[in-house]
């Protein structure tokens, strides 16, 4: 779920209910007094349970605890990204004139059939950019 909306840059986290539907949103982590134009754009989790997005000044990892681990800062402002390669750590950043790629430690967790067992770890919570 994506916001473009550069006075409020937080990521939520929801309880996802049985069917599917979503309920009791919290903001799990808050970047809006961050330097930067960048609202919030693509969203992604890996196999420890780290969250990748797109965010002011690069691409932030937080952790499943809503800590700060780093910011990746390319060449261009990443927007969306996915991982790949055959183990799952490549990182592939799509910006406006470039597509870059960054090798990781920790796997990332692919739609589901892909990795079996990091999608099964997903459900029961649900963590997305404010609609």
Not at 37 to 50: I, R, T
Request: with cysteine; hydrophobic share 30%.
């Amino acid at each position: 779920m994506d916001d473009w909306d550069t006075s409020k840059k937080v990521i939520m986290r929801y309880e996802v209910k049985p069917g599917g539907t979503l309920s009791n949103g919290k903001i799990f982590f808050d970047m809006t007094s961050a330097e930067g134009e960048d609202a919030l754009d693509g969203l992604k989790v890996d196999q420890k349970g780290n969250i990748y997005a797109s965010g002011p000044g690069g691409l932030w990892i937080v952790s499943p605890e809503g800590k700060h681990l780093g910011t990746i800062v390319g060449p261009e402002h990443p927007h969306n990204f996915a991982w790949g390669d055959d183990d799952g750590r490549t990182l592939y950043l799509c910006a406006k004139t470039g597509l870059y790629r960054i090798r990781l430690n920790i796997p990332g967790i692919r739609p589901q059939g892909t990795d079996e067992t990091a999608a099964s770890k997903t459900q029961g919570s649900l963590i997305g950019n404010q609609l």
